[in-house]
Each structure stands twice: as C-alpha cells, then as structure tokens.
C-alpha cells in the first residue's frame, strides 16, 4: 500500500511539475471548435488515425496503445483480486479476459517489431539527442516486462486456483507450469503480481522524463490542436508597445507550444518529409521541438521560480546538468544553443513537419517565432534579407524599382485598374512576381487573357497594390509584415472589399447556400451585378493569397480571395470558360505549391483543369498532393542563399523528370522561378519547360484545336 | 568620447532618377521618395561599432536640411545613435559644398567632436567634399576610405583603401574619419531601435544658434553657379543588333563610343 | 590674356600618374600649363613634363609628401596660391586629390565644381561641364575672380604629347609646418591581386546557362582580364556547379555596379538583374531575342556569346594595342 502511495506521489510530483511548467507558459486559446476537437480526439487518439497512416508501426502501435489501456483495466482487477475483489462487469467476465490476452499476443508481437525497427531497421529518423538510443529501448523492456509478469501472473493464478481464475493464456501456460506444489504456485503468482505492480508503477515514474510522456500528452496535444486556417502564423499584438519581439527564451512559447514538447513521441515523420533535412541541411524538425522541450527542463528551476514547492523541495531543476560543459551548454541562450540559429533559417515554411505529425504538434509556427526574436531583437538574419526588408519598406515590393511601375507589364493589354473601374466584380491580385519579375509577368498576362475569355470584368490595383508582407513575415520580420498588410487593407477597404462590414455581412447570409465552395459561390454570382458589397479578389500568387485570406482578418481584413487554379476550375464547372477538351498533347506533371496545397487543401481543382485540357492527364511524381516536396522557395528562402547541401530545387526538378513529363506545371510565380533555376542547374533545358496552369489554359484559348 | 556622425537624407537613388529643377537649379525632392542616404547607413554602422568598442562614448547624428530630414534622422537613431541634431534654416537652402562643411564644423566644435564620421561622398551630390572641408574648418586631420577604424588613448589608427591595395596610418584626435562603401555592413533596426527612436533626444538647431549669418551661407554663400541646365546627350537607348559575323566590332565600337576601354 | 592652369602631379613609385597628365594635356589645351611636383621622386619627374604639355614646373623634393601627401600638399599649394594667381588648379579625381582639393578650396575662399567631364574658358568665363544624373547636363561656373578648383572625371581627357617643349623649373623654397605632419603611415601593404574585386570593378563580364557548358567559361575570364575587370556568374550556373558561390551576382549573390556590365548568354531573370541593374552601360549577348536582359541592355547583341566572345576579346586587343 505504502508503495503504491510512495508511487503515485512521486508520479503526482513529476506530472504536477510538467502542467504547472505549462501554466508559467504564455496564454494562449484553443478552446474554439469544441465538436471537432471530441471528434479529432476519438478520431485520432482512439482510432490511432495519425499513426495509422504509416501501416506497420501504425497497426503495431493500435494494438500496443489499446493493450496498454486494457492492462490498465486488468491492472485495477489484479490488485482489487488481491483483496478478494474484482471490477465490476469486467472482474469475472471471460470475454474481457479472452480481449485483455489477445491483446497481450497482439503486444507481443508489436514489441517484436519496433524492437526490429528500432534495432536493425534503425530509420535515421528514430535518433533521439534529447533521450540518447535507451531511452526507446528501456520502455520497450518495460512495456515488454509488464506483458510477460502479467502473462506469468496469470498462469500462476490460474495454476493457484486450480483452474478456477481462468485465463486463455493461464489455461495455456498451466501444463507448462503445473508441475509445481500448491505452495510454490502461490509464492510464484505473488511474486510476479509484486513485480507486475512495481514495473507498472516504475513504468509511471520513469514516463514523464521519457519519450513516452506522449502516453499522457498526446491525448491533450491532440485535443487542444489549432482550428485557426493552418496557413495563418499567430499575430503579434501591440507591437508597438511591447519589450520581447518573438521567442528567445522558452517560456515564451505558449503552453500549446510547449505540450507539443511532451506529445512529441520521436517518431521521426517530420524528419523524413523535411525538404530542408533531405538536401543536407541542419534542421531536423524534430529537434526543434525537442530542444524547446529539453531547454524548457533545464530552465525549469528558474522557470518555476523561487517561491514554487518544487524548488522549495530541491527538486525543480528536471534536467541536472551532469558536467561543467552541459552547464556551459545550457545555460546559453536557447536559440544558438539548444537549437541552432541554421536550422531556424534552413526551413521553407513548407508545412509537411506539421501536416505528417501524428500528434498535432505545430513545428512551422515555432520556428517563425524564433527567427521573429532573431530579426527584430536581435537585427540576426541572412545577409541577403536586409536588401529585401528595406526595399518592401521603402518600394512596396522585393527589389530597388520603383512601385509606379508596377501595372507596366499591362500596357497594351487593356486591363483597367481598379481606380478606373471602382465597380469590377473580380479584383486580380498580380503581386510582386507578376507585376515586376518578366518571367511572371507572362503568368500574369495569361490570367488576364482567361479572364477576358470568361468574360470577367475585372481591374488590378496597380501602383495601388504594394507587396502583402508575406515574406517579411515568414522570415520573422513581423512589423514589416504588419505595416504593409495594414496598407494593403486600407486600399483593399477603401474599394469595398471587407466582406465582413455589417450590411455586407447581412446581405451575404441571405445568399449563402453552404452546399457551395467558396469559389463556387464566387464564380455563380459573376455578371448578376448583385453582390458588389461582397466581391472577389483573385490571385496567381499562392503566398499573397494566403496571407491576404487567412492572415489579414487578424487585422480586420476580411476578403473572399482565391486562387487563380481554383478560379479556373470554377469557370470551367460553371461553364463560363470553354476549352477544347485534351488540347495539350504533352506528358505532364503537377507540382502542388504549399501554399495551395498543405496549407489550404486545394488539391484536386488544379488536376481537374490539367485533366481536361490535357489528353494524357497528369502523370504524379512519387511526393504529391499533401505529400509535396517545396521547390525551395517558401519562408522567404527564395530571397536566402541555399549554401549547404544539395538544392531543394534540383532535387525536386530530378523527381519531376523522373516521370519523363515534357512540363511541369505549377501554380506559384516562386515555385516557376526555383523550378526553372533548378532545371538550369542540372541542365535539363531541353527536357522539361516550367509552365503555370494559366499559360497552358490562355494557350488553348488562343488556339482552339477541334479534333 | 564624442562621436559625430554626419548624414544626408536624399532621394532614394534606387528607385529615382535624380533631376534638377530648371528653374530653381536645385534638386528636385517633390514627389520623390526620400531616404536615409544608403552609404550613410554603412558610416553609421562603422561608428555604431567603434563607439561600442570604445566604450563609454556617445554617437551623435548631424545633419543638415530641411524639417522632414527628421525621418532620416530617426533611422540613424533606429539603427543605434544615441540623439540626433538637425540644422534647419531657410536660409540654408541653396548651400555649396564648402557652406555645408562651414555650418557643420560650426555644429561640431561647438559640441566638442572628438570623432566625425561621414561617408566618402552623398548618393545625390557626390562631390565629396564636405568631409575635407569640415576637417580643415576644424583644422584637424582627415582620414579617408577607412575601411578598418581603431581608437587607441588618443590616436586613431585606421587601415585605408589605397589604388593597389591597403594603408595603416595614425593620427591625432579629433579627426575626420570617412568610410570606404562596402567595408561595413548596414545594420538593420531591431523593433526596440525604432520604438527606442522615438525616444531619444533629437534637436533643431538654426544659423543663430550657431553663430552664423544668413548671408554667409544658401546661395548667397555660394561660390559656384549653374549656368545652363541641358539634357544629356541620349544613350542609344537599348539598341538591338543581330549578329551576323561583326558583333565584336560593333560591341568595341559601343565601348569606343563611350570611352570604356 | 592668357589662362594659367596649374596641375598637381601625383608621383606613384617615381613616376607621375596617367590621370595626372592625362589633365596636364587638357590644361595645355586651355592656355599656359603649370604642374607641380611634390615628393622625393619630384626634381627627377619634374623635367619630363613638358613633353605633356608642361611650361613651367614647382618643385619641392620632400619626402614628407611621400607619407601622406593631403596635409603637407595643401600647406605648399596654399602658400604658392598666396605667391601667384593662376586661372584654375585642375586636378582629376583621385583618392588624394580629392582630398587635397577639398582642404585647398576652404583654406583659401575658393570656389570648386566637381565631376567635370569638359571645361572652356572663354570671353565670358570659365564654363564646366558636369553631367547629373544620366539625363542632365549642367553647364557651371565659378562666381568668384579669385583661382578656383575643377576637379574632373577619370578618363574625361586624353594623355597629349607636346613634343619638344621644356619646361621651366622652379624650385619652391619651404619647409613643412609640423600641423601638416600629425598622420602617420605605419604600413602600405600592396594587395596583388589578379583582377579587382567583384564589387569594386569598374568592368563586369558575367555568363549564364548560354554558354552552354562550363569550359566556356573561360571565354568569360578572358574577356575581363583584357578590360581589366571582375568575371562574375548567375545563381543558374553556379548551382550547376560551373563555378563557385563567390562569382554569384544577384538577388542573393553580390550587387555589383560597375561602368561597364557585359552580359554573356544570360537572360536576365529579375533575381540577377536586381544585382547589376545600377551598372552604368549594359551589353548583353543572347541567343533568344525575347531574352528579358535587352530590356535593360545599352547594346544588345542576338548572337551566341560563345563565337563573340572571343572575337571581342581579340578585337580589342587589337584597339588597344
């Protein structure tokens, strides 16, 4: 008893440590959505869906998670039989007892193939420099350990009982262990109840300094998840007022930041999808949220502070630092230290860490909020970026031109700007590619030929448009990003665009028709004239349309934009847009831009264009859809120098060509630039062409072929 | 130790051609986005990092020019100088070279510079003589093109860009210091830079307060006049030949054309 | 009447500059040509000259002008402006001369128009030329009677030779103030280097993926050798390996902005050209005429850099020899 109470204390300790760590956290909100996260919580922690997408330690881990939650079950009824008792329903019922020992062979065999995965098979991504290589191996004893003095517990009862505590596995281990006296049985099924017990409750204290404090964060993690639009990065609020820009140190992470620390189970998923980690660079993402985990540790004493009941019993401090050299290590700073500084540069922003994780853990917002304090605390960013940061500051977009000229590459074209036609139903967002660099500057003049094809009336802003931050952002420079999204709101206002002032928001729920997307709905009212309260903004650029849709309503910017394959995809269902079925005789592939796909879901609209406009539909690379592999040029990386490793945009272009397509098309002016550096660089030139989706629609326009 | 560092806002050579107004024969800066002169963030960045090493110094932005300077001014301060001064007088409109350099020394010695730092030269007029003009007000030394600067006691010892390679050499303090471009990289503001900005002292300061007549400076001062302002000859704007055989001779004709060999 | 033009001539290793008697013939041309020479190496230039237009020469052989020359030139020029009264003092643009030129005017109340790129004097004055800003011309002039500085453009004027003619020699009587002598040098470290800079070179020849394979390059490094500037590359070839990450010139590479750019089969996607748009003449050689780099060329060559290049460089060889 004493032990049991000497168990649970020291585990209430630990475990009390670890929540009253997070309450030292920033606040943070994840209480929105309440339906879906019950939903996700079945879904994903009782159904195990997020493990299960990788099959064989998915199926392996579903049953070790569910055996491990009947042997609680079972646990409970062992030590209530030592009292004579037992659960009720569960304590005699054969069924449960028939389940509990399926489950034990079931775990069994799982423990047989992690222990094969982790020793032989050894996936790089299984590598942990938080807990070294034993700590994956200790629990898999132990788990291992409370399976086999369970299974000798109960063949001893049963033996004991004379067959009267029956048991699949006692009934089958008792010829095994019959032979024994009456007594041994008794000293034997007592002895390894006892071990059973101290290895169950051993298991409870080793588990929240382990890996497998998962067990226990997981369901949380999963539960507490974002239901924010997964492209928006978390605003920072009275920037102008505050005295920390960002994440230095750990405790300014929020407690949903930090809990993903201690769900994370080091699969190692995120590893393997990292485009940065698999051409050679130092960002293993799973390190990032580790080494937030580890540095919160080791600051735990200080965090916790002086007056805490952990540091007035001595045992704040989680991790100990063994060595003058750990001390030296840990108590540098966090970023430089823990995590390096490469690292944080190294990623594209590309959202497959997230989207991969099997626990809802957020690594893209971490990393933003680390290089947010890098930027504007401490002036710490590539070099090349100060170029940038000053001319979107001063020019409103990316190089040293000026932004007068930013409707330049429309002369001629007869696309008025929105100041000549205030009342335009569509408003095309050409962005700072489109407007200034010339190879998007086709992409741009293709779009407005399959808008004037469609009959769309609609106006670019012109000099008016000014670049939406999104870089800036992503790089971490969230003042820049805030300045020029703010004026680009109060352009985009001042034409009457916010589809949440109150008439429009009023006019809009009498229409809404919630069977429709988005852009269904935006294409069906196209020329009916009535909504010119609530119009569509549309854009080729998948950056500046996810922070203009997802991210500028944190700023009272609220727009119905949309992606111009998306768009596209709409004129053609709705028929306003006629095109020569299998026009395009190329082999051809797409390429899913991330900020189209993974961070906004739009996967099949862009296939469903190619499919009709070309004969051969799209012939996939191995990485598609929400498995994409970035061209590069995300997260500001585009304006960064790529100096280590291999090139993501090579190595990309190489999977392309793979599929022996003639094209690759793309929907992302950064994207089109990487891809076609990236086909330069292996020379590939008379391969493969880089086209955006609306070249290859304005060429069938131009060229209508009738077979 | 007090450090100075004179700075220039100008029409940001980026993004502007700069003109000349016909009839005023001045600069024109209406209607042209104006910055910090980009050179100037480098110099300021050079003294931000001596004054650091130095220690127990203070860096002192000076300009000269109308009110709104006062944005370039504020990024001086962003960017790490501890106040800044602005000299504004309408009677200052119009000054030459040699009457920017008299009011700036004027400035200077009456705050007791011991360092003055400038760029070689501004984006926009680029006589690059204020610097020299300053240091012989002042009559103190000028060191020019550094592209390493060091105080030691009294001295300073700076390694200057030379045609054929590089030279260390040693002077007294107070003295000139310019910047070689490109030696020094421009530091970005941190957030706490531009709040801090807007807290640091700055002051205005006019022809009286330092002692100067009107007549002595502007146009009256000047010692130069503009004559004629024409149009340049026109560059064969982007002229487009095909190759068929003589590229070469006509690409060294081009280079002939316009002195470039 | 007639003009008196003074020249500072700078010595380098014993012997006067280029730029310095490239003002001496332009002085020449405008009326009575005086130089002054300064520095050990001073009585021997001194009679040489004349050849370059020269009729007279101030000569003052002290090596304290060899240590730094601004100081103690300004002190020895000043006292010769309070001795004679020449038209002008014309100095070409150079690191010390522009110093020196600076100290002059404001010591001695004299007017200075810089970046002259042509000057008269005529019945009605002295008239400057100095171009601004790509556009403009301004046509200057000094306000005052009194000498005034015009500090020119390198290479605005041609070296002349005025075979024949001897100078006059005047040895100037002086010694130098110790105010002119507070700097020191400590050391000149001459930097051999095969070329200048990338940043700093007045001349960039740069290829991209039009040279079709990486041993063309070479064409590339001859050419800005024989124009005495940088080779550089674009992020294209530089990721295919051709060369290292230092040749880069762009958006993410060097920003460079020489007189003059010659583009060798690059197209000019906007991550390159935001590194060399501030260059002063752009020449580019591409195959494919709707190339994007001839919308900013000066000259723009539909060709294959890969034959025109080396006929370049051979070509001007041939003008230079």
Not at chain 2, 92 to 101: E, M, N, R
Not at chain 3, 198 to 211: C, H, P
Request: aromatic share 8%; hydrophobic share 40%.
């Amino acid at each position: 008893m004493l032990l049991f109470l000497a168990a649970l204390i020291l585990f209430g300790i630990r475990a009390g440590q670890l929540v009253t760590l997070l309450t030292k956290a920033r606040p943070e909100d994840r209480t929105d959505h309440i339906n879906d996260r019950i939903g996700a919580f079945f879904k994903v922690v009782l159904g195990q869906s997020g493990v299960l997408r990788d099959p064989i330690p998915g199926i392996a881990h579903f049953f070790t998670f569910w055996g491990f939650i009947l042997i609680q079950f079972g646990l409970l009824n062992l030590i209530l039989g030592a009292f004579n008792g037992s659960l009720p329903f569960l304590g005699d019922n054969r069924i449960f007892a028939i389940i509990l020992d399926i489950f034990v062979v079931l775990v069994t065999f799982s423990l047989i193939v992690f222990a094969i995965r982790r020793g032989i098979v050894r996936p790089r991504q299984l590598n942990s420099a938080l807990h070294g290589p034993w700590d994956g191996f200790i629990i898999l004893g132990l788990i291992l350990l409370v399976i086999l003095t369970l299974a000798l517990v109960e063949g001893f009862e049963y033996a004991a009982s004379n067959g009267a505590a029956w048991t699949p596995i006692g009934a089958f281990l008792h010829p095994l262990l019959g032979r024994a006296s009456q007594q041994t049985n008794i000293i034997a099924y007592r002895s390894f109840w006892w071990l059973h017990m101290i290895t169950v409750l051993g298991f409870l204290i080793y588990l929240p300094r382990s890996k497998h404090l998962h067990l226990m964060a997981t369901p949380f993690n999963v539960f507490f998840r974002s239901y924010k639009p997964k492209g928006a990065l978390p605003l920072i609020e009275n920037l102008e007022e505050r005295e920390d820009y960002g994440v230095s140190k750990v405790e300014q992470f929020t407690w949903k930041q930090l809990l993903d620390g201690y769900a994370c189970t080091e699969c190692g998923r995120c590893n393997t999808v990292c485009p940065a980690l698999n051409t050679g660079k130092p960002l293993y993402p799973k390190e990032i949220i580790l080494g937030a985990k580890e540095a919160l540790f080791v600051r735990s004493g200080e965090i916790l502070g002086k007056d805490s009941i952990y540091n007035k019993l001595g045992i704040a401090g989680i991790k100990a630092d063994k060595t003058p050299a750990e001390k030296e290590a840990h108590h540098e700073p966090m970023i430089g230290g823990i995590i390096s500084k490469e690292a944080l540069w190294a990623c594209t922003t590309c959202m497959a860490c997230v989207e991969i994780c099997p626990v809802s853990i957020e690594h893209v917002p971490k990393i933003v909020d680390m290089r947010r304090s890098l930027v504007m605390e401490e002036s710490e960013f590539p070099q090349e970026v100060t170029s940038l940061f000053n001319n979107i500051e001063r020019n409103g977009n990316p190089w040293e031109i000026s932004n007068d000229k930013r409707a330049e590459w429309a002369a001629g074209l007869e696309i008025p700007l929105l100041a000549e036609n205030p009342e335009a139903e569509v408003l095309y967002w050409v962005g700072c590619m489109g407007s200034f660099d010339r190879r998007n500057q086709q992409v741009a003049t293709s779009v407005a030929k399959v808008l004037k094809a469609a009959n769309v009336d609609f106006a670019i802003l012109g000099p008016e448009e000014t670049c939406t931050g999104d870089p800036a952002r992503r790089i971490g420079n969230e003042y820049l990003w805030q300045m020029q999204a703010m004026q680009n709101i109060e352009t985009l206002n001042g034409y009457g665009f916010n589809t949440k002032p109150e008439t429009a928001k009023a006019e809009d729920a009498s229409t809404e028709n919630a069977e429709k997307t988005e852009a269904a709905r935006a294409v069906e009212k196209l020329g009916t004239g009535t909504l010119t309260k609530h119009r569509t903004i549309i854009t080729a650029c998948p950056h500046c349309f996810n922070t203009i849709k997802n991210e500028y309503p944190q700023l009272g910017g609220d727009y119905e934009v949309i992606h111009h394959t998306v768009f596209i995809d709409n004129l053609m269902e709705a028929e306003k847009l006629k095109l020569t079925t299998g026009f395009d005789k190329r082999k051809l592939t797409y390429h899913d831009p991330c900020y189209v796909g993974r961070y906004n879901d739009s996967y099949d609209e862009p296939r469903r264009v190619l499919t009709v406009i070309n004969d051969k539909g799209v012939t996939e690379m191995g990485r598609n859809r929400n498995k994409s592999f970035c061209c590069g040029g995300g997260g500001g990386r585009v304006w960064m120098e790529e100096k280590v490793g291999q090139r993501i945009n090579q190595t990309r272009v190489n999977e392309a060509l793979g599929t022996e397509a003639e094209v690759l098309a793309a929907g992302c002016p950064f994207c089109i630039t990487m891809f076609e550096d990236g086909i330069k660089g292996v020379e590939a030139e008379e391969k493969m062409k880089v086209e955006d989706i609306s070249e290859i629609i304005a060429r069938a326009i131009e060229k209508p072929v009738t077979n | 130790m007090k450090m100075f560092v004179c700075i220039k806002q100008v029409p940001d050579p980026n993004t502007t051609v700069s003109k000349l107004d016909p009839n005023t024969k001045r600069l024109v800066r209406n209607g042209v986005s104006l910055v910090l002169d980009p050179g100037d963030e480098s110099t300021i960045s050079a003294a931000i990092k001596l004054r650091d090493k130095v220690g127990n110094s203070e860096l002192v932005a000076v300009s000269m020019g109308p009110a709104s300077a006062q944005e370039a001014m504020r990024r001086a301060l962003a960017m790490g100088a501890d106040r800044a001064i602005l000299i504004s007088d309408p009677a200052l409109a119009g000054s030459d070279a040699g009457t920017t350099a008299r009011v700036l020394a004027a400035l200077l010695k009456k705050e007791g510079a011991d360092v003055i730092f400038c760029s070689t030269e501004s984006t926009d007029g680029y006589t690059g003589m204020v610097p020299g003009g300053i240091a012989e007000v002042m009559g103190i030394p000028q060191l020019t093109f550094a592209r390493e600067i060091n105080i030691e006691g009294q001295k300073a010892v700076i390694k200057r860009v030379i045609p054929k390679g590089y030279q260390t050499i040693e002077s007294s303090l107070p003295a000139v210091i310019t910047i070689a471009s490109g030696s020094f990289e421009a530091i970005y503001p941190t957030m706490k830079g531009i709040m801090g900005a807007k807290r640091k002292p700055y002051s205005q300061v006019s022809l009286a307060d330092l002692g100067l007549e009107a007549s002595q400076v502007g146009e009256a001062g000047a010692r130069e006049q503009v004559l004629s302002i024409g149009t340049a000859e026109a560059r064969a704007a982007g002229q487009i030949i095909k190759d068929d055989g003589n590229a070469a001779q006509q690409i060294a004709e081009f280079l002939q054309r316009y002195q470039l060999l | 009447m007639a003009n008196t033009i003074w020249v500072l001539v700078e010595l380098e290793g014993g012997a006067p500059v280029r730029s310095s008697l490239e003002v001496l013939g332009k002085a020449a041309r405008l009326g009575r040509a005086e130089a002054i020479v300064l520095g050990s190496g001073a009585a021997e230039v001194a009679p040489t000259l004349g050849e370059y237009g020269a009729e007279k020469v101030y000569v003052h052989a002290d090596a304290a002008y060899d240590q730094y020359l601004t100081l103690p030139a300004v002190e020895t020029v000043s006292k010769l402006f309070a001795e004679h009264q020449p038209t002008l003092l014309l100095l070409p643009t150079t690191y010390d001369l522009r110093d020196i030129a600076a100290r002059l005017s404001m010591r001695n109340g004299m007017g200075l128009i810089t970046d002259a790129t042509d000057l008269t004097i005529g019945d009605d004055g002295l008239k400057v030329t100095v171009p601004w800003g790509g556009e403009t011309v301004v046509t200057a002039t000094l306000t005052q009677q009194r000498p005034g500085i015009v500090l020119t453009r390198p290479k605005a004027f041609s070296v002349e030779q005025y075979a024949g003619r001897t100078a006059e020699i005047e040895n100037i009587n002086t010694t130098i103030s110790a105010e002119s002598q507070t700097i020191r040098v400590i050391e000149t470290v001459e930097v051999k280097s095969e070329g200048p800079a990338l940043e700093d070179a007045a001349v960039v020849v740069s290829g991209g993926r039009g040279l079709g394979k990486a041993e063309n390059f070479h064409y590339v490094e001859e050419l800005a050798e024989i124009l005495g500037g940088a080779p550089g590359a674009t992020r294209a070839i530089v990721d295919a390996g051709w060369l290292p990450y230092s040749y880069q010139i762009g958006q993410t590479g060097k920003t460079v902005k020489p007189t003059l750019y010659i583009a060798a089969g690059i197209s000019g996607a906007i991550q390159h050209l935001a590194g060399m748009k501030g260059s002063k003449y752009i020449i580019a050689i591409n195959k494919d005429e709707h190339a994007p780099i001839f919308a900013n060329a000066d000259l723009g060559v539909i060709g294959d850099a890969v034959s025109i290049l080396p006929q370049l460089s051979t070509e001007i060889k041939r003008r230079k020899a």
